[in-house]
């Protein structure tokens, strides 16, 4: 599961933005490409922090969508997988959207 991992690294990187400030709320883009479980990472998040500043602190998931623009005709098109294809037919997609795993912001409390 490199959902474990990924949210490791999540909860280091806002640790050390954070500072000794206690983190409240963390939200994430997750694009709905990107071979990431939310589920799991909701889950390995509690493990994940605890005993850190993030203890505690509500994870929130924006899911982004795969959108394609069409190499063929130019119009752009939802992708539901890595793989997809154009109304017009075509294959020659090239991704737009769908793949994001970033730390969108986080809320800490006051000093």
Request: aromatic share 2%; hydrophobic share 45%.
């Amino acid at each position: 599961m490199h959902e474990l991992s990924l949210t490791r690294s999540i909860v280091a990187i806002v640790s050390e933005s954070a500072g000794a400030r206690r983190v409240t709320r963390v939200r994430l883009e997750v694009g709905a490409l990107a071979a990431v479980v939310p589920e799991a990472l909701l889950f390995c998040f509690d493990v994940a922090s605890r005993g850190t500043v993030l203890e505690g602190a509500t994870l929130e998931i924006i899911t982004v969508p795969g959108r394609a623009l069409c190499r063929e005709c130019g119009s752009e098109t939802a992708l539901l997988g890595l793989l997809g294809r154009c109304a017009c037919g075509s294959r020659l997609l090239e991704r737009l959207s769908g793949e994001e795993l970033n730390i969108k912001d986080m809320e800490v409390e006051a000093a």
